[in-house]
Structures are given as C-alpha cells and as structure tokens.
T-cell receptor, first 112, second 112 residues
C-alpha cells in the first residue's frame, strides 16, 4: 500500500525567500507524481505533473524534481510571494488505472 | 473549456436525508474519480468510473454510498441517510487517459 508523507506540515517564510517542500512515498513503482495547490475552501489546482521517466518539471517560479529510487519529490518555489500562500499537496499515481494517493499537504504562509 | 464542474458548491443536509453531488468532467475526458477530504486529513480515493461503468469502488463505504456515470449527463455521487461523519469536501476529478487529473472545486457537505 502506497503511503505519501509531506514535510514540513506547515511553513512560514518572509516574502522573497526561496523554499523547498518535500514529498516522500513508500512504493517506488509509480506512474506519475503531481503537485497541487489548494486554497482555503476551494478546489485543487494542478501545478506540475512529472511522469515516472522524468527527473524534473518547471513552470515559472516552480520546479519539481522526482527521484523514484529514493521515493522522493521536491517542489522548489523561487522568490516566494504572498500569493503563494496555500496548502501544497503531493499526489502519487501508482495504480494501473490511476488510483492516486495524496499526502496531507504542506501549509505555506508567505509573509509580506 | 469550462473545466470540471461540480455542483452544488455547498450542501447542507439534516441527518437521515439524502445528498446528491454532481460532477461534469472536462470535455473529452471519459475517466471520473471521486475523492473525499475530511477535516485535517488528506484526500482519500472513493471511486473510479468510466461511462456507464464502475471500474473501482474500493474506497467507497459499503453502505449508503453509491456512484454512477451514465451515458448522458453528469456523474452522481449519492449518499443516503447521511450522518454527521459524512460532513466533508467531496472532490471530483477527470482525466482523458492515464495522465494527470483536473479537479473540480468540490462540494462541501455539512450534515446538521
């Protein structure tokens, strides 16, 4: 059974800092891994999707890496802004038909 | 492209009533997934459907919960005789094939 852990559970940083969010998973036989952000009381917004054959994906100030052998992914956010404040979820797809396991998330607060 | 549409956004039901949650997948997406997010917990897989077929319902409670995705119309998640423990955010996601999900904004069910 796949288990996904996200560390830290909460993070508070001043505006402008670069930061790293961590995601670890127990079963390295994955299909893909996806990072989402969730704003309070709202839905999930997909940020980056990394296929199992890829090592990283970039979108703007975001960079996600994947190391399957060690069961880890990181989400790097450059030059953080108050608008980045949200909960960031890591979702690991290890099912043949897309059954996905989510972490509980990292709650990020960027202080102006 | 309207994305994944869920309605209602908020639903209040008294104990013992029925709750019906609707999800219209993105255009061209034939795979629909329902997830439940309990307070302070990660999203948990409930059921995976394709048109007119339930592919995997291993995450659904055995009683009171059912889901369908008819040939025409939205996918429906139905909860009969709701109890307070059913209060949660219910998210629907869709995908075209085996790639990443697109999520709806969710339905927040409150049982009073």
């Amino acid at each position: 059974k796949q288990e996904v852990t996200q560390i830290p559970a909460a993070l508070s940083v001043p505006e402008g800092e670069n930061l790293v969010l961590n995601c670890s998973f127990t079963d390295s036989a994955i299909y893909n891994l996806q990072w989402f952000r969730q704003d309070p009381g709202k839905g999930l917004t997909s940020l980056l999707l990394i296929q199992s054959s890829q090592r990283e994906q970039t979108s703007g100030r975001l960079n996600a890496s994947l190391d399957k052998s060690s069961g880890r992914s990181t989400l790097y956010i450059a030059a953080s802004q108050p608008g980045d404040s949200a909960t960031y979820l890591c979702a690991v797809n290890s099912g043949g038909y897309q059954k996905v396991t989510f972490g509980i998330g990292t709650k990020l607060q960027v202080i102006p | 492209n309207a994305g994944v549409m869920q309605n209602p956004r908020h639903l209040v039901r008294r104990r013992g009533q029925e709750a019906r949650l609707r999800c219209s997948p993105m255009k061209g997406h034939s795979h629909v997934y329902w997830y439940r997010q309990l307070p302070e917990e990660g999203l948990k897989f409930m059921v995976y459907l394709q048109k007119e077929n339930i592919i995997d319902e291993s995450g659904m409670p055995k009683e009171r919960f059912s889901a369908e995705f008819p040939k025409e119309g939205p996918s429906i998640l139905r909860i009969q005789q709701v109890v307070r423990g059913d209060s949660a955010a219910y998210f629907c996601a869709s995908s075209p094939t085996m790639d990443g999900y697109t999520f709806g904004s969710g339905t927040r069910l409150t049982v009073v």
